[in-house]
């Protein structure tokens, strides 16, 4: 069975901190897709960074990064330099082959002045 | 290009009634994906659809709920005779084909059943 886990259920951190969200996972598919979701108060789930499982190289979005390491079954997304705008729900999520996605729990993380 | 559109963004409805929600995919994806999340909580599963056909309805509850994504025309998710556990925020996304490829979300129709 699939499965994604995080561990942080919030985080409080200064406004231009690097910081870094937790997530690990468990799957038997050879093949998938790990992301990163963002969810605002206004609701919306927006996409941040994908990883494919045989990818090489660590994903890169802007001030988002993937720290993938799959023999730890870990993905946790870093975000630099952290700004106001980037408080909010962040879910981390997995995708096997042909198959649903499936979510975290969902840190909440506050960036203070 | 327009993204994932989903309509009514809030809808009200009364215990006993139904409820209709509507999700227009991505341009030229044809797999769509019903999601559901309950207040303070993640997403969870709920449909896969490809047009005219369910590949993956493991996540519906066994009565009441139903969906279509017809030849033509937007993907339809339907809740018969609403109870105030529905309440939640029911989420569509789309993706252009089968593999692992990541999926886009609509903005949410939020249902409150009083």
């Known amino acids: 069975a699939q499965k994604i886990t995080q561990t942080q259920p919030g985080m409080f951190v200064q406004e231009k901190e690097a910081v870094t969200l937790d997530c690990t996972y468990d799957?038997?598919?050879?093949?998938?897709?790990l992301f990163w979701y963002k969810q605002p108060s206004s609701g919306e789930m927006i996409f941040l960074i994908y990883q494919g499982s045989y990818d090489q190289q660590n994903a890169t979005e802007g001030r988002y990064s993937l720290n993938f390491q799959k023999a730890r079954k870990s993905a946790n997304l870093v975000i630099s330099a952290s700004q106001l705008g980037d408080s909010a729900m962040y879910f981390c999520?997995?995708?096997?082959?042909?198959?649903?996605?499936?979510f975290g729990s969902g840190t909440r993380l506050s960036i203070r002045p | 290009n327009a993204g994932v559109m989903q309509n009514p963004r809030h809808l009200v409805r009364r215990r006993g009634q139904e409820a209709r929600l509507r999700c227009s995919p991505m341009k030229g994806h044809s797999h769509v994906y019903w999601y559901r999340q309950l207040p303070e909580e993640g997403l969870k599963f709920m449909v896969y659809?490809?047009?005219?056909?369910?590949?993956?309805e493991s996540g519906m509850p066994k009565e009441r709920f139903s969906a279509e994504f017809p030849k033509e025309g937007p993907s339809i998710l339907r809740i018969q005779q609403v109870v105030r556990g529905d309440s939640a925020a029911y989420f569509c996304?789309?993706?252009?084909?089968?593999?692992?490829?990541?999926?886009?979300f609509g903005p949410g129709t939020r249902l409150t059943v009083l």
């Open positions: 799957t038997s598919d050879p093949s998938y897709g």
């Open positions: 999520a997995m995708r096997g082959y042909a198959s649903k996605i499936i």
């Open positions: 996304a789309s993706s252009p084909s089968v593999g692992t490829d990541t999926q886009y």
């Open positions: 659809l490809q047009k005219e056909n369910i590949i993956d």
